[in-house]
Structures are given as structure tokens and as C-alpha cells.
């Protein structure tokens, strides 16, 4: 029924209960049921009760109905969303640590603007970069830095919203920051 | 009111409805326990954790009332595991409550500490480790809610030490429950139940086939209904017995590696199967690419993750089925149709198959005791009774199935999905404490029987009169038989001819102990069985290498089914020749 040659990468982004346990739910489900998963990022939300996972998974349309089924079916999971075919914005972001040896320091300073990307650390043979962007643009650097000897990558998971004024947490979120603006005029 | 921890779990399981709790003291627990003491709690302390789960599910099953259990922590609670998995997979509402070591210790190696609610993470439908004392009423809320809500399922509440001996204030038992990344899909869609009703109305070769859901829903009303309006010929998973009245015309028997041959072809040449609650496991479904091939798919079930999990489904119906069933039912009462006029072709082709392969076995006079013949001699004997029924796992389990033909829902009680052997007589202690005054039956196998039977005692010290049947045949039957079938009859570590004496052992725990070995015995001895109040244990020394037929062998398509007597194709030889 399934084939992973017609895998593809998805963007899901989740509303989870933020408290003790949850992840640990989530990590479980998809070690149990053997998932492909390329990158996991949470965070609290603006209700501070809820956190937020955006999870890159591979899966053909099959594999993906169970996934979203399966999240469902965690009782503190209170939303998913595959935002892979809904327009939408994603990101990451990824710190490099690169050979900086003094010839090459231009060109690297140069790629690292081209990318609109900053240097956050300079030792006297290395610079660390910052750049954020899709996976492609994150792609393209990494390969134009490898010739310089790249000595270390932190890159983060993707992180995803979708375009318009449309929100998955609609109620939770708008219900809160409306009350914290209240909350801020009044003070 | 400030009441502490474990006044405030016991008054919140009294606001629950709870008066029966199976389970075992501990040192975390122990406080739970003394307030226990001063509440009109039943409680059954049975000899090993793993039984008093068994004994929840056989409770919940039986009378569909949410079973509870409480153990203490460490050992208590892993003991629980096997249990606990075995309700996820056959869909039982259970709450077990496990004792813990103070907050303060946890994750420290503490005396008697294990990981629980990591550890039971992947077996329970959810878990709670309660942090706050006030917490606890609402816990114990959403512990029972989601259990019974939904697809039934087992919920932990892990309970440490410090959390039931600390004080809050108790404002009350909460009256409603919102958790909000859980609301079950009841009602099914309505588009979606006309084009299952269309699909029905033009089917050549339908057949229903109903699973654990039907029970689960209590619908075995709605379904036996949808039988009647569409005149479908109906099978029922192993899960499902009772779901149809076994003397029903459109009764096909069950399906499955070892249903009937008739049930097993219809899902082989049908055009619509009408699949009620049932999930397509693998001993349903045979080899997944062969399964369906021809035929359109309705699925109705209450966990969307059943959809589409194993097999493509042309209408999904997510809801819970007595409601979607009463749907379908008004829609379909709606179609003019000569529904049976329609079907005489498909009646012809089943009732051929019913005629040419029948379940059947040959019990000679007095001779050796044949399983089968015990089993329907035992039907024969206590079937104006409706009784309830449990079995173990292995060739007597699929034998019961077979051939105690149970007419009513909520009398069926066996491990499915999990096939936990050890199943039978705990099952059975539950159901009978739910139903001091009804005749349980436990049928059992010997390998069965020996994994849980220290709990004999328990029956005796509760007077709980479930009466044992086990079928003896000094093998780990179901193994022999794949070793015979598939390994060239080299038999490994399948031989129970060293045993105890089931009769005295009986006697020694309390109980009444009785035997069988002529088939001459076995109506008498019934009998008397039934007749003799208190629990009884009867030993049914049966032929020692009866195989149970029809058989689909595991990974083989349904149509490849091996009825009584036929050879075993060479490739499906696994051993080492």
C-alpha cells in the first residue's frame, strides 16, 4: 500500500500540552510506529499551557494520514496541521563554524552577506556564522563553505507558519493576547 | 475541607460509581490502603498483579462497567504491563492506579521505584502522574472518562507516595470533564452513510462483517438489525462473538485463521464487505495484498487510526457504532429493495461451501476425550444458562470460539489481539465478581491455566464459583501444532506431560476439583461441575495431538485456507530440511 520511493518531505505543526511528559509521548509514538522523522523543534506558545512542535516527516500520503491520525490519537496532542500544501512559511536556522584563515576571510564575509547571514564569533583561523533560512538556502551555503574546511554545524529543526491571517491556535492564542494587551493598557 | 490525598482518591472513586477494585497492598500504596478501610469499598486482593488486571478486564467485559485496579509501586506496577497491553489492544476501559515513590526520590533508584508512567506510555490509551494533591479529583475524572469514552482503553494514574499523604482541599468530585485535545467523533457522517447505504443496495455478493466494536457500543441490537434489513450473510471476528445471535439464519460463524470455511470464502469472493467495528488484524486479513481484491470496503469505526491502517477502504465511517448503526439502519430502511430476492445466487454459492466444509471432528465412543466434543458437550449442557464465558490462548480458545456458540453479547470474554496466554481464569474471577449469581465458565488450556492459577486461592477466599474447564492434553497445544504443521513435527519445549495434579490442586487452594478422561465422563462430570456450588476446577484429559481446523496458515492468503485433513503445501515447510 505504501512505497517510500513516493515519500516526501511534510511540515506538521502540532498544539500539544505543555507540560511534563508530552514530548516524551510524542518521541515514543514515533519510535513505536517507526517514523521518519528529520526534525523536531518545540517551543511554548503564547498560552503559555500549550507548546508547539513543528516536525519534518517523510511519508507518502498513506504513511501521512496515519501519522496525523496517530498524533490525534495522543490525548494531550490537541492539534495538527500538515501545512505541506497550504501556503505557508517555513525556516531554519543553523550556526557554522568555518576555517577563516586570513586569505579567505572575504570571501567568506562576502557569501555570509550574500546569504543576509551574520558572524556571531571571531577567533584569530575561525569564524562562526549565523544564517537562517528554508533547507535549500541552508543547503547552498554549507556546500559553498565546505572548501574552506567547515569545522562544526548546529542547525536547528524547521520551523513553520502559514501565510495569512489564519492561526492554528485561533481561540487559545487571539483569547490571550487580547487579555495580556488588556492586561498591559490597564497597567 | 482539607482531606488528604487518599481520602480524596477514595471519595472521588465513590463519586464515581466504583464498589469493586481488584488489586495488592505495598508500601507506597499503604496509605491509600488504611483510608481505604474506612470507606464501603469491595476490594479483591489477588495474588499477583498481572491477575488483577485480567480480573478488571474480565469485569469491564463482561458487564461494561469500567474496571479499577489498584496496585503499589515497582513490581506492583510492572506486573501490570502485560495486562495493560493486552486492554489496548482489545479496546477494555480499565483504570489502574499505581502506588509511587515520593516525588522527592523519583528518579533517584528509591526502593521499589520504576519509570511507570514511561514504562506504560506505549500500553496505556494515557497515563497521569498526579504532582499536586488537589489535582486529584480531576485526574480520577479524566482517568475514567477517557477510559470509557471513545475506543475503550486502559488509563494509569500513577500515584506518589507524598501526592496521597499530603493534604488539600477537596471542593468536590468535578461533575463535567473538558480536555481539549480529546473529543471522539460520535455521530457518523451523513453524506457518507447514504453512499455506504448505495453501496449496500447494489451489492451482488455482500457480506457484514462485524468486530470487537459491536460489543464495545453495546449495538448488538442496531447490528442484528442491519442483518435483518439487508439480509446479509454476517461473520464476526473472534472479538465480536455475541455480536449476533449464533442461531441466526445469516450466521456464517467466525472468520479468521481458524473460522469457518464458509465465512472465510465469502471475504474471499465478496463484492462489499460491510466491516462494523472490527480493525483488520492480520489473523482477519491473511496476506494483505490478497485481502479485498475484488471488493468495495465500508468501514465504520470509532478510532480513525483503524482506517485505512491496514487496508485501503472505500467509505470510512468514523463514529461510535451503535449511533452509526442506527444511521445506516434508517437509511437503509428507506431503499425499496427485495433484499433477499437479490442474494439467492450468493445464498446458493455459501450454503455449498457450508455443506462441503462444515467444522466437524469424530469422538469415538468412550474414547479418548476429543476437545471439540468438551466444548460443545459443555454448550449442550449450560447453554439455557448464557452463561459467561472465558478462555486462555491457544487450540482450546480457538475450539470455544468455535464451538460454544454464545447468543448473547458481553458473555464472550478472550484475549485477542494480544493473546495473552494465563487470560482465561483471571477473566473469569472478574466477570464473576460482577456477577455473583451468573454461571462463569472459564475454558482453558493446561499451558494457560498454569500461568495464572495460583489465584485458585482467591476464588476460594471470595467465594467467587467460576467453574474451570481446563482441556488437557499435556501440550502447549497451538505451538505442537505449528511444529507439526510447519517444522516437520520436530516438537520444541511443547511438552506438559509433567504437570500438576489439576484436581488436587484444587482441593489444596479451596476449591473443588474434578476429572475427565472418558469421553463416556464428560456430560456427567459437566454436570456435576455445574451443579456443585464454589469454584471448581475440572481436569479434561483430552486426545493429546488433535490439531484445530480449518487453518489459514499466518503471512497465506484466506483463500489458501487448509480445511480438515487436507495436506500442508510444501512451501509452507519453515523448517530446517
Redesign the interface.
Known sequence: ?TDPKHYRKHTLSLL??NH??VL??IA??IA?KGYNIDSLSVAETLDESISRMTMSVRGDE?VM??VV??F????????VVDLTDEPHVNREMIFIRVNAEPANRAEILRITEIFRGRIVDVTPMTYTLEITGESGKIEAVLELLQPFGVQEIVRSGTLAIARGSKTITKRDETKLRLASRKQAVAE | MRLTGSEIFMKSLQAEGVHTVFGHPGGAILHGYDVMLDFPLRHILCRHEQVAIHAVEGYYKASGKTGTAIVTSGPGATNTVTGLTDALMDSMAIVVFTGQVPTAVMGCDAFQEADV??TT??CT??NF?A?KTEDLPRIVKEAYY?ARSGRPGPVLVDLPKDIIMGRAEFKGYPEEVS????NPSVNGHPGQIRKAAELIASAQRPVIYGGGGIIHADASAEFTELVNITQIPTTLTLMGLGGLDTSHPLWLGMLGMHGTYAANMCMVNTDLMIAIGPRFDDRVTGK?SEFGKNAKIIHVDI???SI??N??VDVPIVGDVKRVLIQLNAELRKIKRDWRSDLEEWYGQIAEWQRAHPLRYHQTAEGAIKPQYAIEELFRVTEEHDPIVSTGVGQHQMWAAQYYRSHNPRRWITSGGLGTMGFGFPAALGAQAAFPDKLVIDIDGDGSFQMTMQDLITCAQYDLPVKIFIMNNRYLGMVRQWQELFYGRRYSQVDLEVQPDFVKLAEACGCVGLRAERSGDVKPIIEKAISTPGPVVVDVVCEREENCFPMIPAGSAIKDIIDHGEPIPEKLFQGWR
Not at chain 2, 179 to 182: A, D, S
Open positions: 500500500m500539544v500540552e511534563q511528559g516524551a509521548k515514543s509514538l513505536a498513506w494520514e496515519q491520525k496517530q490525534h490519537r495522543i490525548i494531550d496532542v490537541i492539534k | 508512567v514511561g506510555r506505549t490509551k494515557h502522574l504532582l477517557i480536555i481539549r485535545g480529546y494483505l478510532d480513525p487510526t485505512r491502517k487496508v485501503h
